[in-house]
């Protein structure tokens, strides 16, 4: 599980957005955002890089 979308929501960004500065489609970032797909981990490292967080913040724990 990832927390983009969480990350998306707390800076205020839009899908949209982060899909035309990844390359990506829409449909491939909505996908990453709703947990149906993981991005790949350089995919997830770009993701962080243009949300300028840790790559940390964006991997949820299964540990408990």
């Known amino acids: 599980m ?3 979308k969480e990350v998306l929501e ?3 960004i839009k899908q949209t957005w982060l899909a035309e500065k990844l ?3 829409y ?4 996908g990453y955002v709703q947990n149906r797909q993981q991005p790949r981990l350089e995919v997830l490292s770009e ?3 243009i949300l300028d967080v840790d790559i940390k913040e964006l991997i949820e724990s299964t540990k408990k």
């Open 47 to 49: 993701i962080a890089k």
């Open 23 to 25: 390359g990506k489609s």
């Open 10 to 12: 707390e800076k205020g």
């Open 27 to 30: 449909n491939m970032v909505n």
């Open 2 to 4: 990832n927390r983009i």
